[in-house]
T-cell receptor, first 113, second 113 residues
Framework: TQLLEQSPQFLSIQEGENLTVYCNSS?????LQWYRQEPGEGPVLLVT?????EVKKLKRLTFQFGDARKDSSLHITAAQPGDTGLYLC?????????????FGKGTHLIIQP | AAGVIQSPRHLIKEKRETATLKCYPI?????VYWYQQGPGQDPQFLIS???????DKGSIPDRFSAQQFSDYHSELNMSSLELGDSALYFC????????????FGPGTRLTVL
């Protein structure tokens, strides 16, 4: 069974600060996806990382996939109140085919003005 | 482009009743996945289909079944409903060869009374 440990679970910071969310596993993933989810709504895909060591940027968000494809991080620069929400990492197994995603428990992020 | 469509968005059932949830994937997506998300929990993978064939199976109860049709839409059939089945049910779709990159629908909120 693949497990993804996401940390921190809760984070409250001031507007303008930087933060990093971590997603770690002992398992190798073929790809890892980051989602943002609002209450009662479906997760919205932010990015997919596939290659070990890969770095992707989405405006103030920087996503990195570990060299061994077992871990990932999300870094937000100069956080804004609009960044408030639940962030989920999810990994796809290496079995091929239409593998279901294994999700982390999520990070509840609050950016205070 | 239109996203994943799920219907109904809300459903209220009594214990021991049956329910059918429908999912219409994004155009040209050939794979669908079903997830269950309980209150305060991360999404749990139930089952997936590729080209109308079951591809991967997660923690789907024996009381649930699903299928994918020739137009790629999918239905999740739930029988003998229990109180614990109350949750958000998400459908996601992906396109073969796109690193299992899954796009989620808005979800169906099932309440069992």
């Amino acid at each position: 069974t693949q497990l993804l440990e996401q940390s921190p679970q809760f984070l409250s910071i001031q507007e303008g600060e930087n933060l990093t969310v971590y997603c770690n596993s002992s398992s190798v993933f073929s790809s890892l996806q980051w989602y943002r989810q609002e209450p009662g709504e479906g997760p919205v895909l932010l990015v997919t990382v596939v290659t070990g060591g890969e770095v992707k940027k989405l405006k103030r968000l920087t996503f990195q996939f570990g060299d061994a494809r077992k871990d990932s991080s999300l870094h937000i620069t100069a956080a804004q109140p609009g960044d408030t929400g639940l962030y989920l990492c999810a990994g796809a197994g290496t079995g091929g085919g239409a593998d279901g995603l294994t999700f982390g428990k999520g990070t509840h992020l609050i950016i205070q003005p | 482009a239109a996203g994943v469509i799920q219907s109904p968005r809300h459903l209220i059932k009594e214990k021991r009743e049956t329910a059918t949830l429908k999912c219409y994937p994004i155009s040209r997506h050939d794979t669908v996945y079903w997830y269950q998300q309980g209150p305060g929990q991360d999404p749990q993978f139930l089952i997936s289909f590729y080209e109308k064939m079951q591809s991967d199976k997660g923690s789907i109860p024996d009381r649930f079944s699903a299928q994918q049709f020739s137009d790629y839409h999918s239905e999740l059939n739930m029988s003998s409903l229990e109180l614990g089945d109350s949750a958000l049910y998400f459908c996601a779709s992906s396109r073969t060869g796109k690193y299992n990159e899954q796009f989620f629908g808005p979800g169906t909120r099932l309440t069992v009374l």
